[in-house]
């Protein structure tokens, strides 16, 4: 026959605290567990109830039991553990910066966390720790294009006062072609992982059935995009474009076309003489962020061609000009905003960016 637990009684004071943590719903699990224990024990119940109800061992429930019979609330606590506390100060924190600076170990493209704490002989979190402190991200970058152009600010200047005050009476547009997309075909769908979660499927094998170029030109002031599709991307084949939007806009109307520095964008002077109403404004070499209708494109790129399949290059074309369709139904003009970068220049050693 089992033996019977002693009933006990527990002090007012203590009752309330304990009744407190019983029932908050932000205390930690073991401060509910503990407290479960010696409520259900002060009743005379037996450990292996107890045990049962928690889905622990009789030895625990008689652990902090007695625990508490012994030192009262504070006999509820963790008890100290052993060993030496690591502090890691000042010092750890300028040679992990420095370490940093240096080349990753040979065969390696960076440093890790792993690498880091293997070298400097402590542990993985705590180099975890410390970048989440700096704000250091060791496995994301960031690209840029930094133009060498030395009349960078004056055409660039030129361009963003387009954008912020366009000229009375003109038309300003963002011009570019978007060379070589592919009509690849292949089966989408989607498919349920090993985790039960359900994501998009995109299966690794294709058939090419050729590309197109796109031709697209943004109205700043409205958002609005004329496009036409292509199989080549020769000098014509632009100016064939450009006489469409003359057609489009009409020849009385003032055209202010933003371009990038394409070679077939280039020399073409004879065109621009017969077309007196249109004005060519370059992006600084290196700087066709500036141009407007790259956004568009990222959009488009996202939006409309990452994921889908075409059969054919008939199929792309009737796909693209559907999305310019549904785009121009409710166009939204991009607004300009000024970005800076801040460390836009290389800087090998990171402690001049944490200092």
């Given at each position: 026959m089992a033996r019977l637990?002693?009933?006990?009684?527990?002090?007012?004071?203590?009752?309330?605290?304990?009744?407190?943590?019983?029932?908050?719903?932000?205390?930690?699990?073991?401060?509910?567990?503990r407290a479960f224990i010696v409520l259900e024990s002060s009743k005379g119940r037996q450990p292996t109830a107890i045990a049962k109800d928690l889905?622990?061992?009789?030895?625990?429930?008689?652990?902090?039991?007695?625990?508490?019979?012994?030192?009262?609330?504070?006999?509820?606590?963790?008890?100290?553990?052993?060993?030496?506390?690591?502090?890691?100060?000042?010092?750890?924190?300028?040679?992990?910066?420095?370490?940093?600076?240096?080349?990753?170990?040979?065969?390696?493209?960076?440093?890790d966390a792993p690498l880091l704490a293997k070298d400097l002989n402590c542990s993985v979190d705590a180099i975890w720790r410390l970048l989440k402190k700096e704000g250091i991200h060791l496995n994301r970058q960031r690209t840029w294009c930094i133009s060498t152009?030395?009349?960078?600010?004056?055409?660039?200047?030129?361009?963003?006062?387009?954008?912020?005050?366009?000229?009375?009476?003109a038309m300003v547009i963002c011009v570019d072609e978007k060379p070589s997309i592919q009509a690849l075909e292949r089966k989408t769908g989607y498919i349920e992982t090993s985790n039960g979660q359900v994501v998009r499927g995109v299966k690794s094998t294709y058939k090419r059935n050729g590309t197109l170029n796109l031709f697209a030109a943004l109205e700043v002031a409205s958002g609005l995009v004329v496009a036409k599709t292509t199989e080549t991307?020769?000098?014509?084949?632009?100016?064939?474009?450009?006489?469409?939007?003359?057609?489009?806009?009409?020849?009385?109307?003032?055209?202010?076309?933003?371009?990038?520095?394409?070679c077939t964008h280039k020399k073409n002077d004879t065109w621009l003489a017969k077309n007196k109403?249109?004005?060519?404004?370059?992006?600084?070499?290196?700087?066709?962020?500036?141009?407007?209708?790259?956004?568009?494109?990222?959009?488009?790129?996202?939006?409309?061609?990452?994921?889908?399949?075409?059969?054919?290059?008939?199929?792309?074309?009737?796909?693209?000009?559907?999305?310019?369709?549904?785009?121009?139904?409710?166009?939204?003009?991009f607004v300009w905003k000024k970005r800076e970068v801040k460390g836009s220049q290389l800087k090998n050693n990171i402690v001049n960016l944490r200092n």
């Open positions: 637990s002693s009933s006990f009684t527990i002090p007012e004071k203590d009752l309330t605290e304990l009744t407190k943590r019983l029932n908050s719903r932000n205390a930690p699990r073991k401060d509910y567990e889905l622990t061992y009789p030895n625990k429930i008689i652990e902090w039991r007695n625990a508490y019979l012994n030192n009262g609330i504070p006999g509820l606590e963790d008890k100290p553990k052993s060993g030496r506390t690591v502090s890691y100060g000042p010092e750890f924190r300028d040679s992990v910066l420095k370490k940093i600076s240096e080349s990753p170990p040979a065969g390696f493209g960076r440093w152009d030395k009349d960078f600010a004056v055409k660039a200047a030129d361009i963003v006062g387009l954008y912020l005050n366009p000229p009375l009476n991307k020769t000098r014509e084949d632009f100016l064939v474009y450009m006489d469409e939007l003359i057609t489009e806009y009409g020849s009385e109307v003032e055209l202010h076309v933003i371009l990038d520095n394409y109403n249109v004005t060519f404004h370059y992006t600084p070499t290196s700087a066709s962020w500036l141009n407007l209708i790259e956004v568009w494109f990222g959009i488009f790129t996202r939006k409309s061609l990452n994921g889908a399949s075409f059969e054919s290059t008939k199929k792309l074309e009737e796909h693209i000009m559907a999305y310019v369709k549904t785009s121009n139904s409710q166009p939204t003009p």
